[in-house]
């Protein structure tokens, strides 16, 4: 009764939020994707392996098609590499690089350097709430460098696991939607398995990026190596 | 009659027709080389800037220009060949796919431009071919052979024979990567152009960024360059609503503006100059005429009308600015003519046309016989107008007053 | 005796009124024109210049060596308050700034662009380039938090961003990992300097340090002059002194801009020698027609024992009168013209697109030098001077009696 109620709801959507982070990104995982591109002339489907600590570092292999296999990308914090077997190279991508589409996808390199920094760069708010699911809203921090104005996330109760987030800029138009269906048990939890990424701007409107996580271990320990410079060429094998 | 009295007069007063003569001749040379130079030097710039790689006319899909995305490109390059097949005016037709990638060698990436071109067609579109400064230039059948600009070599520091990698995206939002020799490294003295561009083979680049049959734009040499914009018109019916043809004039609007206002800047400096010389003619009829004052005053004293003695003036001059005037094209169109097979060569301003996006110093003049002409009547009208005040305040005098001048 | 020298030679312009009057138009209207032409191609050409001086080089700038060639924050400028001492204590320099700047991203929920992030300190900017004086919307300021950001014209149109949109800046720092930072549009600034146009973005200085994580070091060190003179001798005084230093003068960073003045400068020539040369030919035309008419005149005067001398001053006078009277005309035109478009610029907007294209404002200043009306007066008097000669010529040859006699 003492503590303003407002404060209290702030309080329980940054919770919910970081829960909500756990849940996806556990405190290690290993999973495997498929990645089905969707554009109004052609499907393409990719499938790759992902390691990841945390939000931190994570190294990603691409497994098919056969002719991109053994691409692999390492992301430690805030920086970014790749290493192309064709081409025997590591590149560090440059900064003017990191808003371009990752491998032609709906999202952008940045999107997967700071893809889960969520509980770091907005303050939540809970908007409503069902029996079945909360809908709060992700205001960025004024430090934080997110080109969004807002986000809004639904949360399905009581696993406390992503429905969907809403991007919107700063004017309040709606630039994309990210959906996170079929819910079901991989390793040790439930996990929604199926992500689509719809963009609404005129331009890219009608693509989509289907994200399919076929198998997924969370919280072993993984090895240290491959968080390395190195590991981009010797796991690419 | 007045032909005859004119042309005895002024070969009565052979120094002031002389002179009046050689001034107006000079002025006319000096308008019909200025108008060639000015016309001649626009000419070559938007020449020089539209060929080294805009080309004339441009066509792509009718939303790329607006939103350059890999959803805007032409899907059926073939079919576009086919329609314009047998459209006349098409000189050359040749496509390009261009991509924005990351170039690595060694520890360097840099991003950069790969475009895949028709070597044979595009060394007839642009001033690639022309601009090779060290190895060789492309050939059709070449494959992960690349052709470089000069900056970007230097930045990626590697010359010819040595390897540059490429990533990118492909035309099916693939990822495209490849390893590329320098087969040659070109110059054309445009820095941001050298800076980012690089060129192989298209049917190479298809393959590896799955664009078969795929194009970001066509290039249009037209048989008549000037005639580029109704070509562009012709172009956009023959493909439809689905295709956007566009010429130079849209592509490059600014350089348009840009010659526009050097024209206005020419003309307003021509027009001081006239100013000069038409008070110098008036001048000079002013004096010629007030010498005649008594031999005008006698014709009226024995009956002449005013209006005969103002015939026979106006005749003199007349004839006096005719033959200057031919006298002057002729000078002036010779030069014009002259400086056009061997163009004044400005060395030492490279970077001043640079600038204006011109990688050469050299101007040839234009020579346009109509626009000789014109320039020929313009003089012709100013020096006969030039006389006319001091004709008139002469016939004014009453035929005493006139006899006793002195 | 002078007066009366004057007074004949004023009574015979007096008598052939129109004549003269049509000289000293002749004078006066050709001068009026080559005024402003010099005035307005100076203009342009001294306005391109120092919108590269003042946006970006200064007339001197500083950089660590190799930075130019391969731009890094490892290549900075190290030991800034001993050049900024330096630069403070020399008389010369009027004014000099300090420039961060790194290659880097905007970007903005539905765009993004490369660019080029300069951290600036706005106020030295101001006393120092007048960097307000560009601004084309919103305000000259970074804010109580510094967290706003000026940005070039041409990318804000790119951009498509308005003044208090948000705006995230990116960049590699000296760490080697890509950091952002979220900053407010301030204000929208024009240079008509292509590059800043097109690609700058301006963040404080202090945010870049933080951003790029540079504590110390910067990459451009800019310098103004009180006087252009100065510029040769203070750089080699600097280079001399930080030899491991780059030091270069404005038009070896923009070789195109001193190629244009020359230019302009041979152009002007060219023109003023064809302006008085014509305008000489005009009043040589008047001079020999009058000498010629009254050779009579002149022969009694010699007859009655005037010394040749004196009918030379007279002439000259004459002479003199015409070309004084057309240059204070034509001065007094030419120079009220130049103070108009001094004050109120030649304004060419209809046309700037096409200027913009090539760095140049779609207003032009005139300038205004002592030394096009003292040029000027010095053509005008030859082109007055001059024309008597062959006169005078014709009149020695004459022999006064035969003048007396003829007609």
Redesign the interface.
Known sequence: MVFPPRLARADEAAEIIKKVEDNLNGRSAVLKIAMIIKTSRATRTMKMESFSVGSEKSFIKITYPGKDYGITFLKINDAMWQYVPRIEKIIKIPASMMLQSWMGTDFSNDDLVRESSISRDYTAKILSQSDTAYEIELLPQPEAAVVWGKLVMGVAKPELLPQSVRYYDEEGVLVRILEYTEVKRLGDRLYPSRWVMLPQDKEKYGNQTIIEITEATFDVEIDEEYFSKRALQRFSE | MFFKIAVRNIRAYKKRSIITVILLACTTALLVFATAYMDGSHERMIRSSVEIYPGYVQITHRDFRDSPSLENLIFDAGQVTAALADLPGIAVLTPRYESFVLFAAGNKAVGGMLTGIDPAKEGRVSRLWESRKQGEYLEETDSALVYMGSELARRLKVGVNDEVAFVGTGADYSFSADTLRVKGIFRTGLFDFDNRAAFVAKSYLDRVMGAENYATHFIVLPARPEEAAELAAAIGERLGPEYEAASWRQTMAGLVQAMRVDTIFGYITLGIIFIVIFFVVMIYTMLAVSARLREIGILRAVGTEPGQVWRMLVMESVLLALVSVVAGGLIGGSLAYYFKLHPIVFSGFEEQFKQYGLAMTDMPTAFAPLVIVRDMALMFVLSVAATLYPIHKVNGYRPIEAMHHV | MFRITCRIAWASLAR?G??SL??V??IA??LW??L??EGI?DGMTEQMISNAIRSDSGQISLFAAGYRQDPDLDRLISQTEEVGRLLDNDRRVRSHVQRLRQ???A????Y?R?VTVFGVDLGAERAHGRLDRYLIAGAYDFGDRK?GVLLGARLADKLKVKIG??L?????NSA???????LTITGIVRANNMALDEAAVFIDMDKARELFMTPTGVSQICVILQDEQDIAALRQELQQRFPDLEVLRWDEIY??????R??MKGFNLV?SL??FG??G??IF??MV?SVL?RLREFGIMLAIGTSFSRVRQIIFTESFILGATGYLAGSLLGGATLVYFYHHGLD?TV?S???????MDAITYAVIRPQYFLTAFGAVMLATLVSVLIPLRLLKKSNPIEAINKV
Do not use: N, W
């Not at chain 3, 995230?168 to 590699?172: C, D, G, K, L, Y």
């Not at chain 3, 070789?255 to 244009?260: D, T, V």
């Open positions: 052939r129109s004549r049509l000289v138009l002749m209207m050709s024109g080559l402003f032409l191609y290659d880097g991203l970007a903005t929920a539905h993004a490369s967290k949109g948000k995230i800046v990116s960049a590699q080697q990992e890509v950091a952002g930072v979220a070789p195109a801009l001193l190629q244009g020359v230019m023109m064809l302006i014509v305008a030919l005009g035309g008047v027609v008419e060419l046309f697109q096409g200027l913009q294209e090539f760095g």
